[in-house]
């Protein structure tokens, strides 16, 4: 059980989705953290600028009493009426409480009534560094004097005209504005990161969602493709990302499989046929033989059969291998070119004998000067034996043939075309097929395979051509064309 809820967080959806929510905590952490430091910084460097000014303005007030005062005692400055109203008034305006010190930071007076009756010295490093300086801040409780820190600054009381120091005045203030929006932003923060983290999660989990469903369609449609069950296709999701795309392409690849198979049980199919009929033949007719069914007198005849029927059975596994390794070639590649008259003139040398044996006549228009076409010499002769022969083969005897070729539109167009029984409309689109042949056919030629016309187009389409056929009134062409230098 734990593994399986293990392998289900370790899926894409979930590590998407936490690798998302990662980052967006992560980034509103570090804004977070950066946007308080600055601006408590600035906020306190803002109210202590603020304390120096007052203070500054208290010390400016507090100069003639603290230079009367050089040689009163404590208590006599302290008791000074218009000095505590005036220090009073300043702390009420400013909202701070003021300590009027001597020189050596002893209190001679305070503003802050819960110090009456108390003796108090600001803190030595405090001082020394007003002396030094001019001015000093701190935020502390002063040594326990007081329950929470506070934000303390002091400034020297210079006298203008000697211009030598008569005393120190510090002002105090409490940090409870800082704390209360530092707890502002605090809370504000963690609303917001919130509700941005579940703005995150929502958009996070849709947009995973999407790119997921499709690939788990994808996983489980492999899995039916691995158990032989290609009508399996993807849904059209509509997007025109790479998920669309890959949908798309997922789907022509699942065409091409199920056409492949498809294409793979027929040619089964087909072959079982093929091979079925000549390998019963050669059985049937040697085990009449044997066990003297076949007159010893009709064996020889018999024996010619088995042996027409072996060699048939031979040539069909021949072609075969012909067509498996003219689909693996790529006669473009080398980019040669050769004369495809020459080659038009050859096959006819090589077909004189069987145009002769049916009283053919030959029209052949083949140019003397030559034609050179980009493609195989081998693979081209091939393809135009094979028409021929077929053309001489079905052709109406004591007919013409016709063989030539004509440059159109830079290319090279080779026709091959006899007279004899006109093909169906819905017979020609079959005629290029594995192991066609038409009934007249099957009845006439009795050494076909059914394999010459569909290498024919194998070798066309390796070469990025189509051929082209037509019959009417007897008159049956084939045409195809070469791109031509």
Same mark, same amino acid.
């Given at each position: 059980?734990?593994?399986?809820?293990?392998?289900?967080?370790?899926?894409?959806?979930?590590?998407?989705?936490?690798?998302?929510?990662?980052?967006?905590? $992560?980034?509103?952490?570090?804004?977070?953290?950066?946007?308080?430091? /600055?601006?408590?910084?600035?906020?306190?460097?803002?109210?202590?600028?603020?304390?120096?000014?007052? *203070?500054?303005?208290?010390?400016?007030?507090?100069?003639?009493?603290?230079?009367?005062?050089?040689?009163?005692?404590?208590?006599?400055?302290?008791?000074?009426?218009?000095?505590?109203?005036?220090?009073?008034?300043?702390?009420?305006?400013?909202?701070?409480?003021?300590?009027?010190?001597?020189?050596?930071?002893?209190?001679? $007076?305070?503003?802050?009534?819960?110090?009456?009756?108390?003796?108090?010295?600001?803190?030595?490093?405090?001082?020394?560094?007003?002396?030094?300086?001019?001015?000093?801040?701190?935020?502390?409780?002063?040594?326990?004097?007081?329950?929470?820190?506070?934000?303390?600054?002091?400034?020297?009381? =210079?006298?203008?005209?000697?211009?030598?120091?008569?005393? @120190?005045?510090?002002?105090?203030?409490?940090?409870?504005?800082?704390?209360?929006?530092?707890?502002?932003?605090?809370?504000?923060?963690?609303?917001?990161?919130?509700?941005?983290?579940? =703005?995150?999660?929502?958009?996070?989990?849709?947009?995973?969602?999407?790119?997921?469903?499709?690939?788990?369609?994808?996983?489980? *449609?492999?899995?039916?493709?691995?158990?032989?069950?290609?009508?399996?296709?993807?849904?059209?999701?509509?997007?025109?990302?790479?998920?669309?795309?890959?949908?798309?392409?997922?789907?022509?690849?699942?065409?091409?499989?199920?056409?492949?198979?498809?294409?793979?049980?027929?040619?089964? *199919?087909?072959?079982?046929?093929?091979?079925?009929?000549?390998?019963?033949?050669?059985?049937?007719?040697?085990?009449?033989?044997?066990?003297?069914?076949?007159?010893?007198?009709?064996?020889?005849?018999? /024996?010619?059969?088995?042996?027409?029927?072996?060699?048939?059975?031979?040539?069909?596994?021949?072609?075969?291998?012909?067509?498996?390794? /003219?689909?693996?070639?790529?006669?473009?590649?080398?980019?040669?070119?050769?004369?495809?008259?020459?080659?038009?003139?050859?096959?006819?040398?090589?077909?004189?004998?069987?145009?002769?044996?049916?009283?053919?006549? =030959?029209? *052949?228009?083949?140019?003397?000067?030559?034609?050179? =076409?980009?493609?195989?010499?081998?693979?081209?002769?091939?393809?135009?034996?094979?028409?021929? @022969?077929?053309?001489?083969?079905?052709?109406?005897?004591?007919?013409?043939?016709?063989?030539?070729?004509?440059?159109?539109?830079?290319?090279?167009?080779?026709?091959?075309?006899?007279?004899?029984?006109?093909?169906?409309?819905?017979?020609?689109?079959?005629?290029?097929?594995?192991?066609?042949?038409?009934?007249?056919?099957?009845?006439?030629?009795?050494?076909?395979?059914?394999?010459?016309?569909?290498?024919?187009?194998?070798?066309?389409?390796?070469?990025?051509?189509?051929?082209?056929?037509?019959?009417?009134?007897?008159?049956?062409?084939?045409?195809?064309?070469?791109?031509?230098?």
């Amino acid at each position: 059980m734990r593994k399986k809820i293990r392998s289900r967080f370790q899926g894409l959806y979930w590590r998407q989705l936490f690798v998302t929510a990662g980052m967006v905590m $992560l980034t509103l952490f570090l804004l977070g953290a950066s946007f308080f430091s /600055l601006s408590y910084n600035y906020a306190r460097s803002q109210k202590s600028e603020e304390l120096v000014s007052k *203070a500054q303005i208290m010390a400016q007030l507090s100069v003639s009493y603290l230079e009367t005062g050089r040689n009163l005692s404590m208590e006599e400055l302290r008791n000074d009426r218009d000095f505590q109203r005036l220090a009073t008034f300043a702390a009420t305006v400013s909202d701070v409480h003021f300590m009027i010190c001597d020189t050596q930071g002893r209190v001679l $007076l305070t503003t802050d009534s819960s110090l009456d009756g108390m003796v108090v010295t600001m803190p030595e490093k405090m001082t020394e560094e007003i002396r030094e300086k001019g001015a000093a801040s701190t935020r502390g409780d002063l040594g326990g004097l007081y329950p929470q820190k506070r934000l303390v600054v002091g400034v020297q009381a =210079v006298n203008p005209e000697s211009r030598e120091a008569v005393g @120190e005045v510090f002002a105090i203030s409490t940090t409870l504005s800082l704390d209360a929006m530092w707890k502002g932003f605090i809370g504000l923060f963690f609303m917001t990161a919130f509700v941005v983290l579940m =703005v995150a999660f929502m958009a996070s989990s849709i947009t995973a969602m999407r790119q997921v469903q499709p690939i788990r369609e994808m996983v489980q *449609a492999t899995r039916r493709y691995a158990e032989g069950d290609f009508d399996v296709r993807m849904q059209d999701y509509g997007r025109e990302d790479e998920i669309g795309e890959l949908a798309a392409s997922f789907n022509n690849m699942a065409e091409s499989l199920q056409q492949t198979e498809r294409q793979r049980r027929e040619f089964i *199919a087909n072959i079982s046929h093929e091979l079925k009929t000549p390998m019963t033949t050669i059985a049937g007719y040697t085990d009449g033989i044997l066990d003297g069914t076949i007159p010893p007198e009709n064996e020889r005849q018999y /024996l010619q059969i088995i042996s027409n029927e072996s060699r048939r059975l031979s040539r069909m596994v021949r072609r075969m291998l012909d067509v498996s390794q /003219l689909q693996a070639m790529d006669p473009l590649k080398g980019g040669n070119h050769f004369d495809i008259c020459e080659s038009m003139r050859r096959v006819l040398i090589s077909m004189e004998k069987k145009i002769n044996d049916r009283h053919l006549d =030959v029209d *052949a228009d083949i140019p003397e000067e030559p034609i050179l =076409v980009l493609g195989d010499n081998d693979m081209i002769t091939q393809v135009i034996y094979n028409l021929l @022969e077929n053309a001489a083969k079905f052709a109406r005897e004591s007919s013409t043939l016709y063989l030539g070729v004509t440059t159109i539109d830079g290319k090279a167009r080779v026709t091959v075309r006899n007279l004899g029984d006109t093909i169906p409309a819905e017979e020609l689109p079959l005629l290029f097929e594995r192991f066609h042949k038409s009934d007249k056919s099957r009845s006439e030629d009795k050494d076909g395979v059914g394999l010459g016309l569909y290498i024919v187009k194998t070798i066309l389409e390796q070469h990025k051509e189509k051929i082209n056929v037509t019959s009417e009134n007897g008159v049956t062409t084939f045409s195809f064309s070469l791109a031509a230098e």
